[in-house]
């Protein structure tokens, strides 16, 4: 079992950093790849970025790729997510999410596992 909970959303104008930040409880967690999703108001859910659980692994949405990184840090239990150069349209809630699915699978099932956060709104102003 691994419970997370996000921190670090909130309000930004456009063009400015934001970094998430995910942390989990459990003794797993360097077993799970990690990831974060998010959803829009009105819209369905979307993967922005994932690594995998070694950490030597990243991918990215198209639309994030070169502003967002995400990384882990397995000694601390946690995930961040670096937001630069932000954009009215990347307002949001975002998930942390784990689990043992990659890539294609993720595309596939819509997530990397059965383990979500609470979630942490970011609002980017224009």
């Known amino acids: 079992q691994v419970q997370l909970v996000e921190s670090g959303g909130g309000l930004v104008q456009a063009g400015g950093s934001l970094r998430l930040s995910c942390a989990a409880s459990g003794r797993t967690f360097s077993s799970y790849h990690m990831g974060w999703f998010r959803q829009a108001p009105g819209k369905g859910r979307e993967f922005v970025a994932a690594?995998?659980?070694?950490?030597?692994?990243?991918y990215y949405a198209d639309s994030v790729k070169g502003r967002f990184t995400i990384s882990r840090d397995n000694a601390k239990n946690t995930v961040y997510l670096q937001m630069n150069s932000l954009k009215p349209e990347d307002t949001a809630a975002y998930y942390c999410?784990?689990?043992?699915?990659?890539?294609?699978?993720?595309?596939?099932?819509?997530?990397?596992?059965?383990?979500w956060g609470q979630g942490t709104q970011v609002t980017v102003s224009s």
């Open positions: 999410n784990a689990g043992l699915n990659w890539k294609n699978t993720v595309t596939t099932m819509g997530s990397l596992g059965d383990y």
């Open positions: 690594i995998s659980w070694s950490g030597d692994t990243t």
